[in-house]
C-alpha cells in the first residue's frame, strides 16, 4: 500500500498533468485546494460530511463539483478529487495543497512570497525589493505583503524555498550571538 504522501505526490503530479497550463487555472486550483484544507481542517461538519459512509459518494461529488465551479476549476480535476473521496483521504489535502504549489512554482517558474516590512512603505519601495528578489531568483514572484514593527527596520522576506532577513531586529541578534 502506498504510503500516506506518496499518495498526495502522485495525486498532485496527475491533477497538474490534467490541468490547462494557463496561469489563472493553475492558481485557482490551488486556491481550491487551500480552501478545501482549511475547510476540512477548521470545521467538524465538514470533515464528518466528507469522512461519513451515511453521506453518498454522489453527494460529496457534487458538492466538489458546485466548488469548483465558484473556484472556476476545470472538469478535468474531478477525476483526483473524487479519487479522495474514494479511498477516503481528505486529510492529504494540506500535503496535496504545499506540493501542488511547489509543482505549480516549477511550471510557471513563479514563486509565492511573503514580504514583511517594519512599518509602511510606498508603493515604489515595495515594488523596487520585489524586482530586486525577483532578478536574483530569476523568476516572477506573487507578493503577499505584511507588516511586523518588531523588525524595527529593514525587512523579511519568505518563499518556500528561501529566507532574506535584512531586518535591523535579526542584525541586532546576530551582534547578540556573535559578540561583535
Known amino acids: 500500500m502506498l504510503k500516506r504522501k506518496e499518495i498526495a505526490r502522485k495525486a498532485v503530479r496527475l491533477l497538474v498533468r490534467k490541468l490547462p497550463k494557463d496561469r489563472e487555472t493553475l492558481i485557482s486550483t490551488g486556491e481550491f485546494i487551500g480552501f478545501l484544507a482549511n475547510l ?20 460529496k461529488i457534487e458538492f466538489l463539483k458546485s466548488l469548483m465551479e465558484r473556484f472556476g476549476v476545470p472538469q478535468e480535476a474531478l477525476e483526483i478529487f473524487e ?32 514580504l514583511y516590512l517594519a512599518r509602511e512603505v510606498d508603493k ?24 511586523d514593527e518588531r523588525l524595527i527596520g529593514g525587512f523579511v522576506f519568505k518563499t518556500s524555498g528561501f529566507v532574506i532577513d535584512t531586518s535591523v531586529k535579526r542584525q541586532l541578534e546576530k551582534l547578540l550571538v556573535h559578540g561583535g
Open 40 to 59: 476540512y481542517r477548521k470545521s467538524r461538519d465538514a470533515r464528518n460530511y466528507f469522512v461519513s459512509p451515511f453521506v453518498p459518494r454522489e453527494s
Open 124 to 147: 515604489d519601495e515595495i515594488e523596487r525589493i520585489v524586482n530586486t528578489v525577483q532578478k536574483a531568483l530569476g523568476r516572477e514572484l506573487e507578493v503577499e505583503v505584511g507588516y
Open 83 to 114: 479519487y479522495i473521496i474514494d479511498i477516503n483521504a481528505f486529510s492529504l489535502l494540506p500535503e496535496m495543497k504545499r506540493l501542488y504549489d511547489h509543482e505549480v512554482e516549477k511550471l510557471m517558474k513563479m514563486s509565492k512570497g511573503f
